[in-house]
């Protein structure tokens, strides 16, 4: 089986569905991802990076297996795994996970929560695992840091849904031309879907 670098390496479209059921690990908690979404950088307006780099912006231009992390609507962090080669700006959005080991951790972090609800959703993840703005560029590809993505085996094609993003809008959300995310059929930790909210001014992209 190739290497875990190997494969962040590749095409995004083709990491993203390959992310699911991998085992990501920070801060006392593990998560089985359940849920992702492929952003494409320069050839998707969806992405972040649609429009080249920025400072924000500037670890999706890294080496594949770093963490891209960013703010959101003035409350939450969203977590991306960097994809592809470097200089291409792909990465997938980590959606919704099940916690697999350290769930009074967990627990504390999200008290009063269902299990199935720790990291359902982007925010919800990136708190469960207690990823902020001091983790973006953590390599998770490197043993010595305190973040670790382990692939398991490619999940059984029959089990991988598809379809629109969420809340993108705009080209990007086109859920025809975008059908980018990739979910666990029947996995009750995945995020419900809610398409974009049609706004004055184009919502901005994702990873």
């Given amino acids: 089986m190739p290497g875990v670098a190997e494969v962040l390496r590749s095409d995004v479209l083709d990491v993203a569905p390959r992310l699911l059921g991998a085992h990501l690990a920070h801060a006392g908690v593990t998560l089985r991802i359940t849920e992702v979404e492929a952003y494409a950088g320069s050839a998707d307006p ?15 231009f890294g080496r594949a297996g770093l963490l891209y992390v960013y703010f959101t609507y003035g409350m939450h962090f969203c ?53 902020g703005r001091e ?11 305190d973040g670790r993505l382990v692939l398991a085996d490619p999940p059984d094609p029959a089990v991988v849904a598809t379809g629109p993003r969420v809340g993108v809008s705009g080209a ?14 029947g996995e009750p930790t995945v995020s419900p879907y809610r ?12 990873g």
């Fill in 46 to 60: 969806g992405s972040h990076a649609f429009r080249g780099r920025t400072p924000r912006t500037e670890v999706m």
């Fill in 79 to 131: 977590a991306n795994v960097v994809t592809g080669p470097e200089g291409s700006a792909s990465a997938v959005l980590l959606r919704a996970g099940e916690v697999v080991d350290g769930h009074a951790t967990a627990a504390e972090r999200r008290p009063g929560v269902r299990a199935r609800d720790l990291a359902r959703g982007p925010a919800r993840l990136t708190r469960t695992l207690a990823l």
């Fill in 135 to 145: 983790q973006n560029g953590l390599d998770l590809l490197d043993p010595a840091t």
């Fill in 172 to 185: 990007g959300g086109d859920g025809a031309a975008f059908p980018w995310r990739f979910w666990l059929a």
């Fill in 195 to 206: 398409a974009a909210v049609a706004r004055r001014r184009p919502a901005s992209g994702r």
